[in-house]
């Protein structure tokens, strides 16, 4: 059984990285359907696949699922960020029926417009300093690896998910000052664009605010608190909880005592960037160069 939404929005997946919860994605990916798929950014980690080339199972599981949603008809955009930077030259083209776009633009069911973006370009560490900024996404994944065993402990006492991350986020003034910033630079151009609201990623925190007739929209990441941004159909707007829903379909499924039916995955398709075959590899060899 799938979910239906409107539009579903997910960003900062980060597949090639040891710390995407390609399992989960896959599973919530397999469950929904949309009209359309905005993928806000960070995708896939190109900066972790240069230094080490790490491609488990489980991160194909979420490439073909999303290929085939963009084969059963599903408008499928990619908006990249700056771990998959290195697409943003194919601003325009179609990669698999998946097509690539700087940022977009978005209506909703009740008439607002939305502009969607990653949001990097508005943080200044990494428009200053891509050394820096390679240097504190170091530090989170050492962070995320230390919150796995601290949440493994607390598992073994009974005690529930608790994000260090995210405490340190909220406990640390500066992390929060650098936030708030974001946060306004983006409203700042979303409204001198004309637009009701940004939907955006990047600092991994998800949230929906309104505030004075706009609405900020961050639709998380899935590292760590796995969450999605959905439409439904009347245009309202809402931050899923992507583990969450994953239970929820498995203890419908439970209920019901329906197996899950079996399902074979789409063939990977050929990247029509309509290039000549030397050019396309070419250029498609650029991506994962160092």
């Known amino acids: 059984m799938r979910h239906r939404f409107r539009t579903v929005w997910i960003s900062d997946v980060h597949l090639g990285s040891n710390t995407v919860r390609g399992s989960d994605l896959s599973h919530f990916l397999r469950h929904i359907t949309c009209e359309r798929l905005y993928l806000v950014g960070d995708i896939v980690d190109m900066w972790r696949l240069r230094q080490r080339w790490r491609w488990p199972a489980c991160h194909n599981d979420v490439v073909r699922r999303l290929l085939k949603l963009a084969s059963k008809g599903v408008e499928v955009i990619w908006i990249p960020g700056n771990h998959d930077d290195a697409i943003r030259p194919y601003d325009g083209l179609s ?39 390679t240097l504190g996404s170091v530090g989170y994944d050492l962070l995320l690896g230390l919150n796995r065993v601290w949440n493994g402990v ?121 290039l000549r075959s030397g050019e396309l590899a070419r250029r498609w060899n650029e991506l994962f160069a160092a």
């Not at 069911?109 to 560490?125: C, E, I, K, S, Y």
């Not at 706009?214 to 909880?241: K, P, Q, R």
Request: proline share 2%.
């Open 95 to 133: 990669i698999g029926g998946i097509r690539v776009e700087l940022m977009s633009a978005h209506e909703t069911a009740d008439g607002r417009r939305l502009l969607v973006t990653h949001g990097d370009h508005h943080d200044l560490v990494v428009c200053s300093s891509k050394a820096l900024a």
């Open 154 to 274: 607390r598992r073994r006492m009974g005690l529930p998910y608790h994000s260090l991350s995210q405490a340190i986020k909220e406990r640390v003034k500066s992390a929060c000052a650098v936030i708030s910033r974001f946060e306004d630079a983006l409203e700042a151009e979303a409204r001198r664009g004309g637009f009701h609201g940004v939907v955006c990623g990047h600092i991994h925190k998800a949230e929906c605010r309104a505030k004075e007739g706009f609405i900020y929209l961050n639709c998380g990441d899935w590292v760590e608190s796995c969450t999605a941004l959905v439409e439904h159909a009347d245009g309202s707007l809402e931050i899923l909880d992507g583990l969450a829903f994953n239970e929820r379909v498995r203890a419908e499924k439970a209920a019901s005592r329906a197996e899950e039916p079996a399902e074979e995955l789409e063939a990977w398709p050929e990247p029509h960037l309509g």
